[in-house]
């Protein structure tokens, strides 16, 4: 069973940068499960942000960018707002048609 | 504009069946896979099963140990997500979610709708 990694939380300051990491318990991220990551508010659905490890999705604003940090795949915000204040999920496609998601990061702005 | 619009969801008994719908408009249904994706109370994203555009090809997660059902209707530009045998931990908001590209990244989510399981 594949099983991703996310830190169950992080806390930034407003105008500070964060890193947010998604991992696999068997080893390292590789490309071709073309990490993509989602922000989530309380009683809204998610939104899209990244896809492909490093493409914003339409009207994301430049703070967030994706990329692959050592064996895992990473989203940054640099320069947080406090309504980046969410939960943060990143999902993987596995092929055979099979997706996953973490289990979210809660990021504070504070 | 794309628009996901699910529907179906409320207060099952255990043991009971459901059928959840998710109506789509202002992309080409037939070219892009779609996904059921749920998320319980309190808890994170959990990917339930898709279906390629065609209708063809389905795809589930290893928990729905044959109970779920995807499908879809082009005719309709809709999909459906059938459940069987409801169990507890089936309650949650189940979204869909329409891919980018194949079954990779989702790039549009509908509002969800809940089901709850509760006798």
């Not at chain 1, 594949?2 to 407003?14: K, R």
């Not at chain 2, 779609?34 to 319980?40: K, L």
């Not at chain 2, 459906?80 to 949650?92: C, S």
């Amino acid at each position: 069973q594949t099983v991703v990694t996310q830190e169950p939380s992080l806390s930034v300051s407003p105008g500070g940068t964060v890193t947010l990491t998604c991992g696999l318990t068997s080893g390292s991220v590789p490309n071709n499960y073309y990490p993509s990551w989602y922000q989530q508010t309380p009683g809204q659905s998610p939104r899209t942000l990244i896809y492909s490890t490093t493409v914003r999705s339409s009207g994301v604003p430049g703070r967030f960018s994706g990329s692959i940090l050592g064996d895992k795949a990473a989203l940054t915000i640099t320069g947080a707002h406090a309504d980046d204040e969410a939960d943060y999920y990143c999902g993987l496609s596995l092929g055979r048609g099979i997706s996953v998601f973490g289990g979210g990061t809660k990021l504070t702005v504070l | 504009e794309v628009q996901l619009v699910e529907s179906g969801g409320g207060l099952v008994q255990p043991g009971g069946s459901l059928t959840l719908s998710c109506a789509t408009s202002g992309f080409a249904f037939s070219d892009y896979a779609m996904s059921w994706v749920r998320q319980a109370p309190g808890k994170g994203l959990e990917w339930v099963s898709s279906v390629s555009g065609s209708g063809i090809s389905t795809y589930y997660a290893d928990f729905v140990k044959g109970r779920f059902t995807i499908s879809s209707d082009s005719s309709q530009n809709t999909i459906y997500l059938h459940i069987n045998n409801v169990r507890a931990e089936d309650t949650a908001i189940y979204y869909c979610a329409k891919h980018l590209v194949a079954t990779l990244a989702f790039d549009y989510w509908g509002q969800g709708t809940l089901v709850t399981v509760s006798s």
